[in-house]
């Protein structure tokens, strides 16, 4: 069976220019199950670029062909890129919002002479399995960072990490960590939790009884998030003083209609927020709050997405519609161009997005919703996790 798709996958990589007329873009996502607004978010953003951007690439037609995958399942990961490659004839590979079904997906780049563009998926390492693979997202390691500098700025001394238990939250635990520790701080206790935890009562009362100043947790996006910190005020560490940090995934704007004033004052660190306030990012939101069709819903994989699409149209410009994925993929290794998020650049040596980073205060705003709030700027960052890996 697997000789048999490899095969197929040399057969179609062979042909060149067979989709010259309608391109076609294979997406995967989570579509249904608990992640479904993160798929929703993908679809969004990409409707969004095709709203303002159009659907054609000189003389070809773009079609989007999406795949579900509603949680973390690298077999089914990888069974629905063979799926795209071979039966729908795709030419790009794109989405992936989970680490482990990014990397399933890698072994089959170059053989299908496919390249993948990562609009979420956000360990380092995931960039090195392949000379295929773009990123237009974030990592963990890139957000994460910076709030332990922030930490330390603000006074904070002992710190007890809490992080689920694979690659994005192992990789923002070491990032923080490692930071931290540089800046003086001291790493009092790291509790790495199953992706399937939701009862956080005694997690809570771990770093209750840790001594800790502050707690530094990573989840990834969805139902637990909101749990996560829904227990922080309710088992009384915002009473006890403890402080919340995180990267921006634990407040994304999803969320904050349902954790109302339990957000208030919270801080992360984040690429992007639905806030930004600039003239890209006011005609992206629009555009993508009419995709989505419940503004409240819009949150940051859709920007991902956004620009995903636009390194995706660069690639079909660069190579004349025909099948090259190397060439593709060198045409965007510098690329740069003012995303909503603010000015990016796709680094030509690890094909990872150099990007802002931004310190976010969840606000208040005059209507009584949530927001937020960016309150300064940390510019151009790499991917700091790269070198962690040598």
């Known amino acids: 069976m697997k000789k048999s798709v490899l095969a197929a996958l040399a057969v179609l990589a062979l042909s060149g220019t067979a989709f010259a007329d309608t391109i076609k873009v294979g997406v995967v996502g989570p579509f249904s199950g608990p992640f479904a607004i993160q798929g929703k978010n993908f679809k969004a953003g990409i ?43 795709v030419q790009y590979l794109a989405g992936f919002y989970f680490t482990p079904d990014a990397m399933a997906v890698t072994p089959l780049l170059e053989q299908a002479n496919v390249p993948l563009v990562v609009m979420n998926a956000a360990t380092s390492a995931i960039v090195t399995k392949s000379p295929l693979v773009v990123r ?40 923080f960590k490692t930071t931290f520790t540089a800046e003086g701080g001291e790493i009092v206790d790291s509790v790495r939790m199953p992706l399937s935890t939701n009862d956080f009562s005694p997690i809570m009362q771990r770093v209750k009884d840790s001594g800790a100043d502050a707690v530094f947790a990573f989840l990834p996006s969805g139902p637990t998030t909101l749990g996560f910190v829904k227990a922080y005020n309710e088992n009384g560490l915002a009473k006890a003083g403890v402080q919340f940090l995180a990267p921006g995934d634990l407040t994304q704007e999803s969320d904050l209609p349902a954790l109302g004033e339990a957000a208030s004052g919270l801080l992360t660190t984040f690429h992007y927020a639905v806030s930004h306030d600039s003239a890209e990012n006011k005609t992206f939101v629009e555009a993508a709050r009419k ?17 995903g699409m636009h390194v995706i149209y660069k690639m079909i410009e660069a190579t004349g519609g025909e099948q090259d994925a190397q060439k593709a993929v060198d ?28 310190l976010r205060e969840v606000a208040k705003a005059e209507d009584g919703t949530f927001y937020n709030k960016e309150i300064a700027t940390f510019e151009k960052q790499g991917d700091p996790g790269l070198a962690a890996l040598k």
Do not use: C
């Open 47 to 89: 409707d969004a670029w095709i709203a303002l951007n159009g659907a054609k690439v000189g003389d070809d037609d773009i079609e989007i062909v999406y795949r579900d995958l509603p949680a973390a399942d690298p077999a089914q990961s990888k069974a629905l890129a063979q799926e795209l490659v071979v039966k729908e004839g």
């Open 136 to 175: 237009t997202s974030f990592t963990t390691w890139q957000t994460s960072a910076p709030m332990a500098r922030v930490a330390r700025e603000r006074g904070v001394k002992k710190v007890i990490t809490v992080v689920s238990d694979y690659g994005p939250g192992v990789d923002s635990e070491n990032a």
């Open 291 to 307: 995709a989505i069709g419940n503004p409240a819903e819009l949150s940051f994989p859709s920007v991902g997405a956004y620009d």
């Open 331 to 358: 045409a965007v290794k510098g690329l740069a161009w003012e995303s909503p998020r603010g000015p990016v650049s796709i680094d030509a040596e690890s094909r990872h997005i150099t990007q802002n980073i931004y």
